[in-house]
């Protein structure tokens, strides 16, 4: 009840429960109508940064809003495939400077992602170390999209302690193997639109039931009358999954 009171209060349509972790929600998204997809990002934070790393030189942005001091949370955000991550700061921004919350966002090789949750993990706890010192060791916010959001599936899958909480759009994993764990979870909110072409209502149930399974509080959002698309909407649906992610901090 309490998933449901902060969506309606927020302004972000009807949202009603479809199961023990499934809600449906309506958040007036209007990407479904486009009839063409183009996105160039503007940018106002700082990067490309390089730094090196045992794979190589790596790339990353940041973005740090007015008021934001070191209490402030830190959110990673991994891109999608193609992209880089202006298209991450450039898209957070706006949530990110009502909410005072510092931004991080690497570029994966090539304009996308290894797959491979130790090579990204230890890019994302050097970058960090860079450029938030305040928080190492500490456990930080991960988002990401599509690409992004399969990264960031597997990196919470093997790094759990890394993480307070963790909410991906446009991404699904359903053959990832977790083991059971004992130790402290974080919570895990999957969004995905229910006219997604590429990751399938489907698909993100079976990988909400594989976290589940291995003891996260993990959830589906499913998003109406959406697409893979993110881009022209994603204010609104940054708005929702913060509203989320903002649920798990410390009181």
């Known amino acids: 009840m309490l998933k449901l009171a902060v969506l309606l209060w927020l ?3 009807l949202c009603a429960g479809l199961g023990a972790a499934e809600y449906n929600i309506n958040l007036n998204l209007t990407d ?11 940018f106002s934070g700082q990067g490309p940064i390089a730094i090196a790393t045992a794979a ?30 202006r298209s991450m700061i450039d898209t957070w921004k706006g949530v990110a400077d009502q909410h005072r919350i510092r931004l991080l966002a690497p570029n994966g090789e090539r304009h996308n992602w290894s797959m491979q949750a130790a090579r990204e993990g230890n ?20 988002f990401g999209h599509s690409n992004g959001a399969r990264m960031a599936l597997r990196l919470v899958a093997a790094y759990p302690q890394a993480f307070a909480a963790v909410a991906v759009h446009g991404g699904t994993e359903p053959g990832l193997t977790l083991p059971a764990r004992a130790q402290r979870l974080p919570a895990l909110a999957l969004f995905l639109g229910d006219r997604d072409a590429i990751f399938s209502v489907a698909s993100g149930r079976t990988t909400v039931g594989r976290f589940e399974e291995a003891g996260f509080a993990a959830s589906l959002y499913v998003l109406q009358n959406h697409t893979h698309w993110y881009y022209s909407d994603a204010q609104r649906i940054n708005k929702s999954i913060w509203a989320f992610l903002a649920r798990q901090l410390p009181r």
């Open 11 to 13: 302004g972000f349509g």
């Open 32 to 42: 479904a109508g486009l009839k063409a997809y183009r996105y160039a990002p503007a």
């Open 56 to 85: 190589g030189w790596r790339q990353y942005y940041y973005y740090v809003p007015v008021g934001a001091d070191i209490h402030s949370p830190v959110l990673i955000l991994l891109h999608g495939a193609g992209r880089d991550g």
């Open 123 to 142: 890019l994302l706890q050097q970058i960090l170390r860079a450029v938030y010192p305040d928080m190492a060791g500490k456990p930080v916010y991960l």
